[in-house]
């Protein structure tokens, strides 16, 4: 049993949990997730090691409730147990070596969570950081302040336009390519499936490498199911054992949209009856 040490409503529907999980705490990198099950019957879900703090033995997880098992797992609080929290899975990130030239680093919506980690290894490495954070709008923006610790320029875009640029992060990401993509590293987008095939597309054209993290629908994270199948440069690869992170212009994107899109019904219809159960 893995005990929740603190809680924290980061915006609407954003959770943050530290965890005591002492053996995660201690192997965990940067790029790399766990798979927790809240209960013995509960589903299996794949989350990104936000934090971690090697001393205190805790993980930190930042989770968007966007279903059943998220929604579930959000009516937990400070003092509360998860049943199993596997990890670290995944490979750790590459990135973080020095490089000649600026790194940027593009998140949106609950990405922000998976990145920072990132971020911060980039920049303790000597970089300089470039980071563009983008959200729907201000009340959705969180860790605004830990992403500009760690960057040496940093820009906020919003759907809406109620905080920081209005448009969307490939407006601002546009103009920096057009200004100095030959000064550009590569750059690391995390957050929706949209948000990163439009990256890839923009730096693409500016022939600028682009990593970025993939959130396929996975089961067992161990690379025995294959239900994280994904063709990357017409290779297949699984997202839990070979990733999470890729190469985003070699990643079909389509495929990408059309398997996590295929359990759609299964997921309302899950969510609903649990809401009823819940008398929600
Ligand atoms: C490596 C990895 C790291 C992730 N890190 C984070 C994170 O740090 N924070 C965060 O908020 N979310 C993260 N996700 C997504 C998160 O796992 C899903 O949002 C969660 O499983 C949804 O479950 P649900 O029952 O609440 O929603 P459902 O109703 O089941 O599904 C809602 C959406 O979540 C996706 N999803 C559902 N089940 C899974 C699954 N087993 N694996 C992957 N995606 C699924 C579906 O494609 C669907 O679009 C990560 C996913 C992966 C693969
Ligand atoms: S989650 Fe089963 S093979 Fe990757």
């Known amino acids: 049993?893995?005990?929740?040490?603190?809680?924290?409503?980061?915006?609407?529907?954003?959770?943050?949990?530290?965890?005591?999980a002492?053996?995660?705490?201690?192997?965990?990198?940067?790029?790399q997730f766990i798979i927790l099950r809240m209960r013995e019957y509960s589903e299996r879900i794949p989350l990104t090691i936000a934090d971690f703090d090697r001393?205190?033995?805790?993980v930190t997880i930042?989770?968007?409730?966007?279903?059943?098992?998220?929604e579930e797992l959000a009516t937990l609080n400070a003092g509360d147990v998860i049943a199993d929290f596997v990890?670290?899975?995944?490979?750790?990130?590459?990135?973080?070596?020095?490089e000649d030239k600026k790194v940027v680093c593009?998140?949106?919506?609950?990405?922000?969570?998976?990145?920072?980690?990132?971020?911060?290894?980039?920049?303790?490495?000597?970089?300089?950081?470039?980071?563009?954070?983008?959200?729907?709008?201000?009340?959705?923006?969180?860790?605004?302040?830990?992403?500009?610790?760690?960057?040496?320029?940093?820009?906020?875009t919003t759907d809406d336009g109620s905080f920081g640029r209005k448009g969307f992060v490939t407006d601002q990401l546009k103009d920096i390519l057009a200004e100095k993509s030959d000064d550009i590293a590569y750059v690391l987008a995390i957050g929706p499936i949209?948000?990163?095939?439009?990256?890839?597309?923009?730096?693409?054209?500016?022939?600028?490498?682009?990593?970025?993290?993939?959130?396929?629908?996975?089961?067992?994270?161990?690379?025995?199911?294959?239900?994280?199948?994904?063709?990357?440069?017409?290779?297949?690869?699984f997202a839990c054992v070979d990733g999470p992170e890729f190469d985003g212009h070699l990643v079909d994107w389509k495929e990408m949209e059309d398997r996590n899109s295929r359990f759609i019904p299964q997921e309302r219809e899950s969510l609903e009856r649990y809401r009823k159960l819940m008398g929600k």
């Open 1 to 20: 049993m893995y005990k929740i040490l603190r809680k924290e409503v980061l915006a609407p529907r954003i959770n943050l949990m530290e965890i005591d």
């Open 22 to 31: 002492p053996f995660v705490a201690r192997k965990g990198q940067p790029g």
């Open 55 to 58: 001393e205190k033995g805790t």
């Open 62 to 70: 930042v989770f968007q409730e966007v279903g059943k098992s998220t």
């Open 87 to 98: 990890g670290p899975l995944g490979i750790p990130s590459d990135h973080g070596r020095k």
């Open 106 to 156: 593009v998140s949106g919506g609950v990405g922000t969570a998976v990145i920072f980690p990132e971020l911060r290894k980039i920049k303790e490495n000597g970089n300089y950081t470039i980071t563009i954070q983008g959200s729907r709008s201000k009340e959705l923006l969180f860790w605004s302040d830990r992403l500009e610790k760690y960057s040496d320029e940093f820009y906020i």
């Open 194 to 237: 949209p948000m990163m095939k439009f990256v890839c597309a923009l730096t693409e054209q500016y022939s600028v490498k682009t990593y970025v993290s993939l959130n396929t629908i996975m089961v067992d994270g161990t690379g025995m199911c294959g239900s994280c199948r994904i063709t990357v440069g017409n290779e297949t690869k």
